[in-house]
C-alpha cells in the first residue's frame, strides 16, 4: 500500500543539464525517474535539530536533491558533537551550527537550497515555521520538542517523521493525522520532568543516529515521490547491540487530545522538560533553596564561603573537567559514602547538566545534610562562569 503524498507544486520544476547529470542513479530507476526527481526537486522540508539525527537527514536530502531544506537550529558545534554529528568538523566547533551546515550542504549539492531558522522551536513560533514545508523530519533530543513538533504538524495536516535514539536504542515512525496516528496516540502526555536522562546524561552510540537518520531521510523521500510504504502507523525498534528491528503497529487513538475528530489543541511549551530533574519547591519558611544559579555560586566562593563542593558525575568525566576544589563522589557510589561528608557544612552538588546532582541533593537532604543543586551542572558553569573549562 503506497500512503498519499504531499502536494507537489504545480508546474514541477525542471531539471537542468547538470541535475540530470547529478541524478542519474535515481533517473534509471522507474519508481523515481525524471518526474520523481522533479518532485524532489519541488518539495521542502523542515528538519527540527540539526544535530546527531539532523546530520544525515540534511546531508542525504541535500544529495538525493530536495529542493529547499529549512534547518532550526540555534546552538553551536562543540567538540562533544563531533562523535555522532557528522555535519560537522573538528575546525567548526564553536561556530553556529546552522553557518556550518549551510557551508556543508552547499559542498554537497548546491542546487538545493538551505533555508536556516536560527531560533529555538517554541508554541509561539511553531505554526508560522513549519507552515511552508511539505514534510516535516524531527529531529531533536528532547520530548518537548517531540510534542511540539506533533501537536503542530497534527494542525497543519502535515507528515511528522520521527525519529529517536538513546544509547543503543532508536525509534522511526510517521506521524501524520491526516493518514494515521500521531504521537500523542502512542504518547499522550510527556513524561514527568527527570524521568527520562538525556543524550548527554545517558549517552548515545555515535553510529545509532546515523543509522535512525538515514532511515527518516528515507522516509521523507519515499513521500516526496509518493511511493512505497512509508511508517505511517508503524512504529519501527532498532537494537544496535543485536541488530534486529522490531516493527509495533500503531491505531489511532478515538480520545487522542491533539488528532481526534473534535479536538482543539493548543500549542504549549514543555521547556521544563529539557533541563534539570525537577527540585521541591523551597525556601518558604525558612526552608533553603534547593538550586543555586552557576553566577550565585561564583559569588559564594569570591566570598569565601565555608562549603563543600560534591562533584557526583563518573570519574571518566571529571577527568575531562572539574571545579577546585571538589569531592569526587559517583551518584552510585554516594549512599555507601556519606560517612566523607561533613554534616554540619552547607554542600554544593553538580554534575554535567544537574540531573544526577538533583538526585543526590534529595538523597542527601533525607539524610539531614543542607545539600543544594547546581542549576545547569558543571555545563552551565563553564558557560556562565569559567568559559576556559572544557564542556563535553
Avoid at 8 to 20: F, G, H, K, Q, Y
Avoid at 283 to 303: Q, V, Y
Wanted: proline share 9%.
Amino acid at each position: 500500500m503506497t500512503t498519499a503524498a504531499p502536494p507537489a507544486p504545480s508546474p514541477l520544476p525542471e531539471l537542468t543539464v547538470a541535475e540530470l547529470r547529478r541524478y542519474g542513479r535515481h533517473l534509471v530507476i522507474p519508481e523515481v525517474g525524471p518526474d520523481g526527481q522533479r518532485r524532489l526537486k519541488g518539495a521542502s522540508v523542515l528538519l527540527v535539530g540539526a544535530g546527531g539525527l539532523g546530520s544525515p537527514l540534511a546531508l542525504y536530502l541535500a544529495a538525493a536533491g530536495v529542493g529547499r531544506l529549512g534547518m532550526v537550529e540555534f546552538d553551536q558545534v562543540d567538540e562533544s558533537n563531533l562523535q555522532r554529528q557528522v555535519l560537522y568538523g573538528s575546525a567548526d566547533v564553536g561556530t553556529p551550527k546552522l553557518a556550518a551546515a549551510t557551508a556543508r550542504l552547499a559542498e554537497v549539492n548546491p542546487h538545493v537550497e538551505v533555508v536556516p531558522h536560527a531560533v529555538r522551536l517554541t508554541a509561539a513560533n511553531a505554526l508560522e515555521l513549519l507552515a511552508p514545508y511539505d514534510v516535516v523530519a524531527d529531529g531533536s533530543d528532547n520530548f518537548a520538542a517531540r510534542y511540539l513538533v506533533n501537536d503542530a504538524c497534527a494542525l497543519l495536516g502535515k507528515p511528522d517523521v520521527f525519529g529517536a535514539v538513546h544509547r543503543f536504542e532508536g525509534q522511526l515512525s510517521v506521524f501524520w493525522a491526516a493518514e494515521g496516528p500521531c504521537y500523542r496516540c502512542l504518547f499522550p502526555e510527556p513524561p514527568p520532568p527527570g524521568l527520562i536522562p538525556s543524550c548527554a546524561e545517558a549517552g548515545v552510540l555515535g553510529v545509532l543516529p546515523g543509522i535512525i537518520g538515514a532511515l527518516q531521510a528515507n522516509e521523507v523521500i519515499k513521500l516526496a515521490l509518493g511511493v512505497g510504504r512509508p511508517l505511517v502507523g508503524r512504529l519501527l525498534l532498532f537494537d544496535a547491540l543485536g541488530t534486529t528491528f522490531r516493527e509495533l503497529a500503531l491505531r489511532k487513538d478515538p480520545d487522542c487530545p491533539v488528532c481526534a475528530p473534535g479536538a482543539r489543541p493548543e500549542l504549549v511549551d514543555y521547556e521544563e522538560l529539557c533541563g534539570s530533574a525537577p527540585a521541591p519547591a523551597g525556601g518558604d519558611d525558612g526552608e533553603a533553596p534547593w538550586e543555586i544559579a552557576p553566577e550565585e555560586l561564583a559569588r559564594w566562593r569570591g566570598e569565601g564561603r565555608d562549603l563543600q563542593l560534591l562533584d557526583v558525575r563518573e570519574p571518566f568525566e571529571q577527568a575531562i573537567c572539574s571545579l577546585q576544589g571538589a569531592r569526587r563522589v559517583p551518584l552510585r557510589q554516594l549512599p555507601q559514602r556519606l560517612a566523607e561528608l561533613d554534616r554540619q557544612r552547607p554542600l554544593v552538588a553538580y554534575c554535567h547538566h544537574g540531573i544526577r546532582s538533583a538526585r543526590a541533593v534529595e538523597l542527601l537532604r533525607r539524610e539531614g545534610f543542607q545539600a543544594i543543586n547546581l542549576a545547569g551542572g558543571i555545563d552551565a558553569w563553564s558557560r556562565q562562569v569559567d568559559p576556559s573549562l572544557p564542556r563535553y
